[in-house]
């Protein structure tokens, strides 16, 4: 009797579970994906911002960055002039703070001693400021002191001397060529772009327009029958400001950027020239439209 009980139980068992819908397999759960962490994402950010006095409140000395700080120019406040070389240096002694910049972050650092530049290694001329780690991690270029002046410096767009950015138009080969041709160059159809940038040197929003071109020389390379910088102001053409030239045609140039190393809302033009060896760097002023130079060109360049 106990043995048909459980066989009918069995029965029963198994007509229960053909009466049942067959369901899908269930997938096994996925695991959480984690949240990317933000410092992950972020470009190196560098330190905060700081706060503090400007020109014409106080002096200003703006650097290059040749493995050490090589002063480009400064603002004396006291004298309320624009000065170059031993003054700026004298500005800042070993232990002051100064603020230093890559394309994408800045820092905080402490001056040292005076330093030979890299660029002039070998000279024994001792015209820089040794800052410790600035040959280290990010790729500086440019530094201030004291720090709350970094805010008066403007690099160009990164782009400018792309093939994008460098290509002319008709119009401008055209009042790009008279104007190389009146200052002595042999244009043709050669006449090249090696930069053009939008700066705003008043203020006002309007940008203005600087051009580095050149000629290349057919016969010799990383030589050129003309090479130059003009400034077309608000982008005006028929007004182009001639800036600078290679005396030995075997430079081109570029601007790197703006500065107010005064104060007074007329923004400085950080100028550069690079040839194969190596390169230099000058601040050019503008007064009542005409460039003048703060200085000569840094690490020797120009001469």
Not at 10 to 35: G, I, R
Not at 100 to 107: G, H, I, M, N, P
């Amino acid at each position: 009797m106990r043995r048909t009980s459980n066989l009918f139980a069995c029965a029963l068992a198994l007509l229960a579970s053909s009466c049942k819908k067959d369901e899908p397999p269930q997938e096994a759960p996925k695991p959480a994906t984690p949240e990317p962490e933000v410092d992950s994402l972020r470009v190196a950010e560098g330190d905060p911002p700081v706060d503090g006095p400007v020109p014409p409140e106080t002096s200003m000395v703006f650097f290059g960055v040749e493995g050490s700080l090589y002063p480009l120019a400064c603002y004396d406040a006291a004298k309320k002039a624009l000065l170059s070389g031993e003054p700026c240096l004298a500005m800042v002694p070993a232990g002051a703070e100064v603020r230093v910049a890559s394309e994408d972050a800045e820092y905080n650092k402490v001056a040292g001693e005076r330093a030979e530049p890299h660029c002039l290694i070998g000279s024994g001329k001792n015209v820089a400021v040794a800052v410790e780690g600035i040959t280290e991690g990010a790729s500086f270029f440019y530094g201030v002191w004291p720090r709350s002046t970094m805010k008066l410096v403007k690099p160009v767009d990164r782009d400018s001397t792309s093939p994008r950015a460098t290509q002319l138009g008709s119009d401008e080969v055209t009042k790009l060529s008279a104007a190389v041709k009146a200052k002595g160059g042999s244009v043709g159809d050669e006449l090249r772009a090696h930069q053009v940038a939008e700066v705003d040197l008043d203020g006002q929003g309007k940008p203005d327009k600087v051009y580095s071109v050149f000629v290349p020389d057919p016969s010799i390379s990383e030589q050129y029958r003309w090479s130059g910088l003009f400034l077309a102001p608000e982008g005006n053409l028929d007004g182009l400001v001639f800036i600078a030239q290679s005396k030995s045609k075997r430079d081109v140039f570029e601007v790197r950027g703006t500065v107010d190393l005064d104060g007074d809302g007329q923004r400085e033009l950080w100028t550069r020239m690079v040839f194969e060896e190596g390169a230099g760097d000058r601040i050019v002023t503008f007064q009542d439209g005409k460039p003048k130079a703060v200085g000569d060109w840094s690490c020797g360049a120009g001469v």
